[in-house]
Nanobody
Framework: QVHIAESGGGKVQPGGSLRLSCAASGSIFSIYTMGWYRQAPGKQRELVAS???????AYEDSVKGRFTISRDNAKNTVSLQMNSLKPEDTAVYYC??????????????WGQGTQVTVSS
């Protein structure tokens, strides 16, 4: 069994910063991709940023230059530093982790979601 724990959401004014953190624990042989998704009211869930085990990153266009994703492979954690936040960044943010077994079968796990609100 794998448990995903998120932290760091909250309310911030436009232009402010927040840092989201996510830790995976439990029966883990290896982790491939870790990422952050978000879902705003009335919209589909979208990928915000992802990072592969080797460190390659990808970002949604609207967050490039403002958000930075990082991971600690030894601790099975992933973080999202969000700077210059805008009201349109308001959403529930979800951590997603690809946990793989010794036989290279991988399963996606999701966190419970953390609310980020950008408002004055």
């Amino acid at each position: 069994q794998v448990h995903i724990a998120e932290s760091g959401g909250g309310k911030v004014q436009p232009g402010g910063s927040l840092r989201l953190s996510c830790a995976a624990s439990g029966s883990i042989f290896s982790i491939y991709t870790m990422g952050w998704y978000r879902q705003a009211p009335g919209k589909q869930r979208e990928l915000v940023a992802s990072i592969a085990s080797g460190g390659n990153t990808a970002y949604e266009d609207s967050v490039k230059g403002r958000f930075t994703i990082s991971r600690d492979n030894a601790k099975n954690t992933v973080s999202l530093q969000m700077n210059s936040l805008k009201p349109e960044d308001t959403a529930v943010y979800y951590c997603q982790v690809d946990v793989c077994s010794a036989s290279r079968q991988c399963t996606q796990y999701w966190g419970q979601g953390t609310q980020v609100t950008v408002s004055s």
